[in-house]
């Protein structure tokens, strides 16, 4: 199956350094509590439904091959089982939906058409020091893919971030450190049996991949989504500074990034449960955001909140 774009984000500021085209792949291994595109998990393509735009006409129920689709007193709903958008790419709701209640998430692109919409902000890109990210969900699930348009833009002389986990195998990442010039690595938790209680995966192979970095003297920002009730705690936050101290890295930059809800609308346009298990999770204050800044820094460790 050849892997899906979900969304292409122009003029972004947060993903490396200058004004970027970032690039959003689809499928993830990991299923953390708190994702903000949860659509971004499933490697398949996906209906997205936004009921304050559904005007209840009915013509996606209708013309369903499947009827997958019926109208509710809550609005549209999806039974999965029946849907053959996964399996067979099937978009007849999508495409009949005269609001755009419904829409298709995940969409292939040619490599033509890609580099196409990326070079419309080029000026833009180059003036600002910027350049392109692969993001996610997450590139290195496809990693041929990735190479593939990594490769490309190397040609066209865009400077190249890849936005990543770290959750694949060690040759993997080597190979993508090779084609690019910047990783942006999210370090969730320390603790293992914390990691996998909130992520769905282990952390050994990220720990080790963050370790193959630095000794391979690959540049990379690491990026902790701080979430009060999971990570924001002294004992993880003490442990993280700890682990990256010790490593060769250059750079030696965090980003604390603030826990925030925005999954949970999303969720609802997919028909699912954000945060299932009821797991508490607040954002941060911004003074226990300065307090963990604090600790980082106390190990020589450079600190930016947000970004």
């Known amino acids: 199956m050849q892997p899906l774009i979900f969304d292409i984000k122009r003029y972004a500021i947060n993903d490396g350094p200058g004004i970027r085209t970032t690039i959003f792949m689809k499928g993830c291994p990991l299923r953390c509590v708190w994702c903000h595109n949860p659509e971004s998990w499933s490697p398949q393509p996906q209906i997205l439904y936004k009921k304050s735009k559904c005007i209840g006409c009915q013509s996606c129920v209708a013309v369903c091959p499947q009827q997958a689709l019926q109208l509710t007193p809550d609005g549209i709903r999806l039974n999965p089982l029946l849907c053959l958008m996964p399996a067979r790419r099937c978009s007849a709701c999508t495409d009949e939906c005269p609001s755009t209640a419904l829409e298709r998430c995940g969409n292939v692109w040619t490599m033509a058409a890609l580099m196409a ?81 909130y992520t769905g995966v282990t952390n050994g192979q990220i720990l080790q991949n963050i370790r193959f970095l630095a000794e391979a003297g690959h540049d990379f920002f690491i990026r902790i989504p701080l979430i009060g009730g999971v990570n924001a705690d002294d004992e993880n936050i003490e442990a993280t500074a700890r682990f990256l101290e010790l490593l060769p890295w250059q750079r030696r930059t965090v980003n604390l990034l603030p826990y925030h809800d925005v999954g949970k609308d999303k969720h609802r346009r997919m028909w699912s449960t954000y945060n299932p298990q009821g797991y508490q ?21 450079r600190v930016i909140i947000g970004g």
């Open 117 to 197: 919409e990326i070079e419309k902000e080029r000026t833009i890109m180059e003036d600002s020091g910027g350049g392109v990210t692969l993001c996610g969900g997450e590139p290195l699930m496809h990693a041929d893919y990735a190479l593939d348009i990594l490769h490309e833009l190397g040609r066209r002389g865009f400077h190249r971030t890849v936005d990543t986990t770290l959750f694949a195998p060690q040759d993997t990442v080597r190979k993508i450190a090779e084609a690019c010039e910047l990783f942006l690595v999210d370090l969730k938790l320390m603790d293992a049996e914390r990691h996998q209680r």
């Open 281 to 301: 999770m607040t954002a941060p204050s911004d003074e226990l955001l300065q307090h963990c800044a604090t600790l980082l820094e106390a190990h020589g460790l």
